[in-house]
DNA sequence: ACGTAATAACTGACCAGTCAGTCATATTAT
DNA sequence: ATAATATGACTGACTGGTCAGTTATTACGT
C-alpha cells in the first residue's frame, strides 16, 4: 500500500524524527558553508541543531552521506517547482528565457541553496558521486530546458542561428558567474543581484536576437 | 659571471634553494588541487617535492602561509605579461576586448592556474587574505581594463550605451563560468574551450553592438 | 513494560608542527 | 693545497591536539 490511507498520524515521534532531520540539514548547510566540509566538524553541526553528536548518526551513517544528504534534501524540493517543460507555443523564446533565468535567480542565487552551489564547485572533485547526481538532476535539467529555448527561439526567428558549440553555456554563465562572486568577493565590491539580472538578460537577448528583417 | 658584476655568483647554495623553493611551490600546487587545503597533507607535498617534512617548514612558516605564498608566486609573475594598459587609439574597442579576453583564456583558463582558480573559490572565504589579495591584484585589475574598453567603445559608438549596472561582470562571465565548469563538470560533458570562446566573443560583441545607424 | 530516541564519555587514527641531530657546502688557518 | 672549523640546509622520529565514529547508559513516548 501506499500514502492513500496508512500514514494517517504522523504520530508525535515520526513528527519530532522529521523534524529533527530538517533541523540537521539547515544545521549541516549552515556549518558546511561556514567552513567547507573537511574543516566542518560534526559536533558543530550537532551544536548548532540543537542535538547531540550521537544524534547526528542515528540520521546519517558518515560525514559524507550527511554532506550528500543535505544537498539532496535541498536541492530536490526545488526542482519540483522549476517551470515546466511543455513548450507553451503561445508563449516566445525571450519569455520563457526570462522566466526560467529569473526562477534560477531568485531560487538559486538569492537563497541559501547559492551556497550549496559554491559547496558543490569546491568539493565536487572530491566527492564524484555528489557532483554526477548535482550534474544528472540539477544541471542537466536546466540544460535541456535553456537549449529547447534556444532551439525554439532560433526556427521561430526570434534568435539568430548561432552554430557555435557552448551557447547554451554561455547563455546561462552570467548567473553562474555572479552567483560565485557574491560568495567570494561581494564583501570587496557588492553586486545588486537585480540590477545584474536586468544587464545579464539585455546583453544576452541582444546577442541573440536575429537582425532585424528590415531591408 | 652575472649581468652587472656585483652580486655576481648566486653561489650554489642560493641556486639550490631558489630551485626547491620553486619546487614546493609547485609540488604545493599539485596537491591543494588535488584535494584542497584541508584534506592537503604537508607530507604528501613534500614528497612531490623530493624533500622531507622538516624542510617545508624552512621554506613556510604553516600550511596557510604555504597555501598563500603558492598563490602569489604562481599569480605574479603573469600579471606582469598582462596586455599593456594603455590605450591605443587606433585599435577599436572590440579588437582590444578580444585581445584581453583571448589572454584570459589562454593564460589563466588553459593553463594550470585554472586551479588557482577554483582554489580561490573554495578557499576564500576561509583566507580571507588571500582573498583580498587576488582581488586587488588579478580581479581588479582586469576588471579596470575591460571597464576601460567597454568605455571607450561607448564613446566611440561601437557599442550601444548600457546603463546598467553589473555590465563588466556580464561581459567577463562566460569565462570565469567555463572555468569552474572546465574543473567539476568537463568530465560529465566536455567543453572546448576555443569554441566556447568563439561563441563567447560573438555573443557578447552582438550584445553591445551599437545598432547600425543606417535609417 | 517495552522499544526507540538521545546522550556523553570514550577510542583510535591522523596530522600539523617541532627539534635534536646529520650532512653538505663554505670559510678560514696553516 | 689541505685540513680544521663554521654555517646553514635538511632529516625524520616524536608530540599534542583534534575529531570521526562507537558504545554503554539514560530519557521518553506509546
Same mark, same amino acid.
Given at each position: 500500500?501506499?500514502?492513500?490511507?496508512?500514514?494517517?498520524?504522523?504520530?508525535?515521534?515520526?513528527?519530532?524524527?522529521?523534524?529533527?532531520?530538517? =533541523?540537521?540539514? &539547515?544545521?549541516?548547510?549552515? @556549518?558546511?558553508?561556514?567552513?567547507?566540509?573537511? =574543516?566542518?566538524?560534526?559536533? &558543530?553541526?550537532?551544536?548548532?541543531?540543537?542535538?547531540?553528536?550521537?544524534?547526528?548518526?542515528?540520521?546519517?551513517?558518515?560525514?559524507?552521506?550527511?554532506?550528500?544528504?543535505? @544537498?539532496?534534501?535541498? %536541492?530536490?524540493? %526545488?526542482?519540483?517547482?522549476?517551470?515546466?517543460?511543455?513548450?507553451?507555443?503561445?508563449?516566445?523564446?525571450?519569455?520563457?528565457?526570462?522566466?526560467?533565468?529569473?526562477?534560477?535567480?531568485?531560487? @538559486?542565487?538569492?537563497? &541559501?541553496?547559492?551556497?550549496?552551489?559554491?559547496? !558543490?564547485?569546491?568539493?565536487?572533485?572530491?566527492?564524484? &558521486?555528489?557532483?554526477?547526481?548535482?550534474?544528472?538532476?540539477?544541471?542537466?535539467?536546466?540544460?535541456?530546458? !535553456?537549449?529547447?529555448?534556444?532551439?525554439?527561439?532560433?526556427?521561430?526567428?526570434?534568435?539568430?542561428?548561432?552554430?557555435?558549440?557552448?551557447?547554451?553555456?554561455?547563455?546561462?554563465?552570467g548567473a553562474l558567474a555572479v552567483g560565485m562572486w557574491k560568495q567570494v568577493f561581494d564583501?570587496?565590491?557588492?553586486?545588486?543581484?537585480?540590477?545584474?539580472?536586468?544587464?545579464?538578460?539585455?546583453?544576452?537577448?541582444?546577442?541573440?536576437?536575429?537582425?532585424?528583417?528590415?531591408?
Amino acid at each position: 500500500m501506499s500514502e492513500v490511507a496508512e500514514v494517517a498520524s504522523p504520530s508525535r515521534r515520526e513528527q519530532q524524527k522529521e523534524a529533527k532531520r530538517l =533541523a540537521l540539514v &539547515d544545521a549541516a548547510l549552515a @556549518v558546511f558553508s561556514r567552513v567547507g566540509f573537511a =574543516a566542518a566538524k560534526i559536533d &558543530d553541526v550537532a551544536e548548532e541543531a540543537g542535538v547531540s553528536k550521537g544524534t547526528v548518526y542515528l540520521y546519517f551513517d558518515s560525514k559524507e552521506q550527511l554532506f550528500e544528504g543535505m @544537498v539532496k534534501a535541498k %536541492m530536490l524540493p %526545488m526542482l519540483n517547482n522549476a517551470p515546466g517543460l511543455v513548450i507553451d507555443p503561445d508563449q516566445s523564446a525571450t519569455d520563457r528565457l526570462k522566466q526560467h533565468l529569473r526562477f534560477f535567480y531568485t531560487k @538559486v542565487l538569492d537563497s &541559501d541553496r547559492r551556497q550549496i552551489m559554491r559547496l !558543490i564547485m569546491s568539493e565536487g572533485p572530491n566527492f564524484p &558521486d555528489l557532483a554526477e547526481f548535482y550534474y544528472a538532476n540539477v544541471l542537466s535539467r536546466g540544460q535541456a530546458m !535553456i537549449n529547447a529555448i534556444i532551439q525554439q527561439g532560433i526556427e521561430n526567428g526570434e534568435f539568430r542561428n548561432m552554430s557555435g558549440h557552448g551557447l547554451m553555456h554561455n547563455v546561462v554563465a552570467g548567473a553562474l558567474a555572479v552567483g560565485m562572486w557574491k560568495q567570494v568577493f561581494d564583501r570587496f565590491q557588492p553586486i545588486d543581484l537585480d540590477a545584474y539580472y536586468d544587464t545579464h538578460l539585455d546583453l544576452i537577448l541582444n546577442g541573440l536576437r536575429a537582425p532585424d528583417p528590415q531591408d
